[in-house]
T-cell receptor
């Protein structure tokens, strides 16, 4: 299976600004998830969006999914220094029982 | 507290010396998985288990073994480690299938000399 592509690979913003990360894939999916990883630590689940959903919100997080373009985006509004981390998208391909992870976006929020 | 634990957290070993990394979850999850994380390559799945005594290969299984004798435990075995297995390893679990939300352990950083 091919990994998803995340864009950008790295992103640096000022505290208070919004951060947008994108994820593209090539297959049909059942759901797409976003995870966060603080440096060298385990991944933490942020949000799951199903293939029949277009947008989901969780606190300052907003995820969109466009299955026609095979892409998803994660928006973090009003960023904080504590949001500094790597963010990964992971997709459940149709018919699969596993998640396939992208290579991640490294976000740095400057205080 | 619901969690996935891994041991050891850090390990330095030499080529060829068999080692085992343990993974345990206390959430009664059916699905468990091992990943390795390398710079620029993201997370790649090594092996997964859908339930007790049911295991299957992921994307990069060569050089690894697993077993699932109990629901809570899913050890990763490196029979003859090589330097290219130097990596950061994560165990994860999920309630049913692996396509749902996964809960990750804290990671095991392995260096093979």
């Amino acid at each position: 299976s091919q990994q998803g592509e995340e864009d950008p690979q790295a992103l640096s913003i000022q505290e208070g600004e919004n951060a947008t990360m994108n994820c593209s894939y090539k297959t049909s999916i059942n759901n797409l998830q976003w995870y966060r990883q603080n440096s060298g630590r385990g991944l933490v689940h942020l949000i799951l969006i199903r293939s029949n959903e277009r947008e989901k919100h969780s606190g300052r997080l907003r995820v969109t999914l466009d299955t026609s373009k095979k892409s998803s985006s994660l928006l973090i509004t009003a960023s904080r220094a504590a949001d500094t981390a790597s963010y990964f998208c992971a997709r459940r391909e149709t018919g699969a029982n596993n998640l396939f992870f992208g290579t991640g976006t490294r976000l740095t929020v400057i205080p | 507290e619901a969690q996935v634990t891994q041991n050891p957290r850090y390990l330095i070993t030499v080529t060829g010396k068999k080692l085992t990394v343990t993974c345990s979850q206390n959430m009664n999850h059916e699905y468990m998985s091992w990943y390795r994380q390398d710079p620029g390559l993201g997370l790649r799945q090594i092996y997964y288990s859908m339930n007790v005594e049911v295991t299957d290969k992921g994307d990069v299984p060569e050089g690894y073994k697993v077993s699932r004798k109990e629901k809570r435990n899913f050890p990763l075995i490196l029979e003859s480690p090589s330097p290219n297995q130097t990596s950061l390893y994560f165990c994860a679990s999920s309630l049913t299938s692996g396509g749902g939300t996964q809960y990750f352990g804290p990671g095991t950083r392995l260096l093979v000399l």
